[in-house]
């Protein structure tokens, strides 16, 4: 039971560079989860799918898009970086509380 | 607009001493207040939630400290130890549940040997 996992750990793109964070939960999760972390901005919601075949926009989601897979899966979409996009990535799935991935660090110069 | 404000920024406790994070919030329709602990490099792991339904809840040396018309709730961390040091996270969500939560900006916990 891996619970939520994210690849890759890390990675750094060059402005207007594409790139998708994967993530996936074993927990057969319904409600599926994508944040941002910054420095003294605690973590805000980008996007969210509150089961299979649904996705909703949080607080944050310009410069994002998202896929619901299927229940396991949900992957964050950067189309185009920018420099404002460096910052750690969280997954997170819910039952009766969030579990959150490992994080990606995101760089893009 | 914070909905969910958080002091302090950091905090430095000696070992044994008590440590307290506090947390506001805006909206009346939050109905679940979690607390978060994340060590670096690793995602945030639930501590402890409580629902307004209680003005207090405790688990081990935890304690979440609730008062609704104050609109504010507190993370007690009681007799802290070195492996405390954290960052600590409070949240509120709508709907009892854990689903969108609203995040404090967070609160780096050091605790001296």
């Known amino acids: 039971n891996a619970g939520v996992t994210q690849t890759p750990k890390f990675q750094v793109l060059k402005t207007g560079q594409s790139m998708t964070l994967q993530c996936a939960q074993d927990m057969n999760h319904n409600s599926m989860y994508w944040y941002r972390q910054d420095p003294g901005m605690g973590l805000r919601l980008i996007y969210y799918?509150?089961?299979?075949?649904?996705?909703d926009k949080g607080e944050v989601p310009n410069g994002y898009n998202v896929s619901r897979l299927n229940k396991r899966e949900f992957s964050l979409r950067l189309e185009s970086a920018a420099p404002s996009q460096t910052s750690v990535y969280f997954c997170?799935?819910?039952?009766?509380?969030?579990?959150f991935g490992p994080g990606t660090r995101l760089t893009v110069t | 607009q914070q909905q969910v404000k958080q002091s302090p920024q950091s905090l430095i406790v000696q070992k044994g001493g008590i440590s307290i994070i506090n947390c506001a919030y805006e909206?009346?329709?939050?109905?679940?207040f979690p607390w978060y602990q994340q060590f670096p490099g690793k995602g945030p792991a639930l501590l402890i939630a409580?629902?307004?339904?209680?003005s207090e809840k405790k688990e081990g040396r935890f304690t979440i400290s609730f008062n609704k018309s104050a609109k504010q709730f507190s993370l007690h961390i009681m007799d802290s130890q070195p492996g405390d040091s954290a960052t600590y996270f409070c949240?509120?969500?709508?709907?009892?549940?854990?689903?969108?939560?609203?995040f404090g900006s967070g609160t780096q916990l050091t605790v001296l040997p």
């Open positions: 997170a799935s819910s039952d009766l509380k969030q579990h």
């Open positions: 799918s509150a089961s299979e075949g649904t996705t």
């Open positions: 949240a509120a969500s709508k709907g009892g549940s854990a689903r969108q939560l609203t």
């Open positions: 409580i629902r307004p339904d209680v």
């Open positions: 909206n009346t329709a939050f109905d679940y």
